[in-house]
């Protein structure tokens, strides 16, 4: 079916490392993805987006890579802070504005 | 900056009742979604709407669901006979739908417990 699915449900980074956050994604048709923060208690929070004529996009700190022939995103994000902890889904558009998330990857910062 | 706001936090109603869940979205944007997203569970896609219409929707969105747009700002989800299933966070988000970008702004959500 279509979907879009990350690959680990948790990660647990040191403080100023970096991390990597990985989705795979089954619809070739999809032209959008997006990586969205969901801290707990609220709602997801937009963090980079990326169009699939593009293969990487960088903003602060982060830095999303989409590999089209393996259906792969990731997202990458740079010194990793305690603010940083959160639940991380990739989701992909391909009609009419509907997002479809992933599950989530629950990113843990020690200390 | 702007912001979707959502009323209430958290609802909660027994099993049988109808609940309103309240959105105001962005004051220029152009559509309207709605997401659930169960404890644990990723975001599910509810319904998208826009011109005063629903332009798609979910399986999920069944026939007990509906959506009203009653003005110019709120954008509202009806649950008519709420089941114990129907337990969630219910998210709404707009975009204005520039081609540019489809980003879609996320209110905080409401908590809705069906007992």
């Known amino acids: 079916g279509e979907s879009v699915g990350l690959h680990l449900p948790t990660l647990s980074v040191q403080e100023g490392d970096n991390s990597i956050i990985n989705c795979a994604y089954s619809n070739s048709a999809s032209d959008y993805f997006i990586w969205y923060k969901q801290e707990s208690g609220k709602g997801p929070q937009f963090i980079i987006d990326i169009r699939s004529n593009m293969d990487k996009r960088q903003g602060q700190r982060v830095t999303v890579l989409l590999n089209k022939t393996v259906k792969h995103l990731s997202l990458q994000i740079a010194a990793t802070q305690p603010g940083d902890s959160a639940v991380y889904f990739c989701a992909e558009n391909y009609n009419d504005y509907k997002l479809s998330f992933g599950a989530g990857t629950t990113v843990t910062v020690r200390a | 900056e702007p912001e979707v706001t959502q009323t209430p936090s958290h609802q909660v109603t027994q099993m049988g009742q109808e609940v309103i869940l309240r959105c105001v979205p962005i004051s220029n944007h152009l559509y309207f979604y709605w997401y659930r997203q169960i404890l644990g569970q990723k975001v599910e896609f509810l319904v998208s709407f826009y011109n005063n219409e629903i332009s798609e929707k979910s399986e999920i969105f069944d026939d007990q669901f509906s959506v009203e747009r009653p003005d110019g700002s709120n954008f509202t989800l009806k649950i008519r006979s709420t089941k114990l299933e129907d337990s969630a966070m219910y998210f709404c988000?707009?975009?204005?739908?520039?081609?540019?970008?489809?980003?879609?702004?996320f209110g905080p959500g409401t908590r809705l417990t069906v007992t």
């Open positions: 988000a707009s975009t204005d739908g520039r081609l540019i970008s489809y980003e879609q702004y």
